[in-house]
């Protein structure tokens, strides 16, 4: 759902940007001073344009990062709950296995002796 909604962000954005385009002059000129390279008389449709394109390639960027950041972490939580689940039917079956050795135990015992299920082997 939060990828078509995204998708859906994207495709509204792009209209305005279009409808921007269309409805402005191309005699809006600006200058575009960045660190490495100086532009002069740059439509401004234009900078907005490249503006929004490196906005959404960041945007991209950061949120694989945070992705994969939350898949590897869910992946190593499931791991971890088979592990607890494991031990804990384990730590469930334990005194029924036990008390059935017990009572193995007790049907093999001569019948003069008293059996007692207290004692643990």
Same mark, same amino acid.
Request: net charge positive; glycine share 2%; charged share 20%.
């Given at each position: 759902?939060?990828?078509?909604?995204?998708?859906? =962000?994207?495709?509204?954005? /792009?209209?305005?940007?279009?409808?921007?385009?269309?409805?402005?002059?191309?005699?809006?000129?600006?200058?575009?001073?960045?660190?490495?390279?100086?532009?002069?008389?740059?439509?401004?449709? =234009?900078?907005?344009?490249?503006?929004?394109?490196?906005?959404?390639?960041?945007?991209?960027?950061?949120?694989?990062?945070?992705?994969?950041?939350?898949?590897?972490?869910?992946?190593? =939580?499931?791991?971890?709950?088979?592990?607890?689940?494991?031990?804990?039917?384990? /730590?469930?079956?334990?005194?029924?296995?036990?008390?059935?050795? /017990?009572?193995?135990?007790?049907?093999?015992?001569?019948?003069?002796?008293?059996?007692?299920?207290?004692?643990?082997?």
């Amino acid at each position: 759902m939060w990828a078509v909604r995204s998708l859906l =962000t994207i495709v509204l954005v /792009l209209c305005v940007v279009a409808f921007a385009y269309y409805n402005s002059d191309m005699d809006q000129r600006v200058s575009v001073n960045l660190i490495w390279a100086k532009y002069v008389d740059v439509p401004l449709i =234009t900078v907005v344009f490249w503006s929004f394109v490196a906005g959404v390639l960041v945007s991209l960027f950061v949120f694989v990062t945070v992705f994969v950041r939350q898949s590897v972490q869910i992946r190593g =939580t499931r791991r971890r709950l088979q592990a607890l689940e494991s031990e804990v039917t384990v /730590l469930r079956n334990r005194p029924i296995e036990e008390s059935a050795d /017990l009572l193995k135990s007790a049907e093999n015992r001569p019948a003069g002796r008293a059996s007692t299920f207290s004692q643990r082997d």
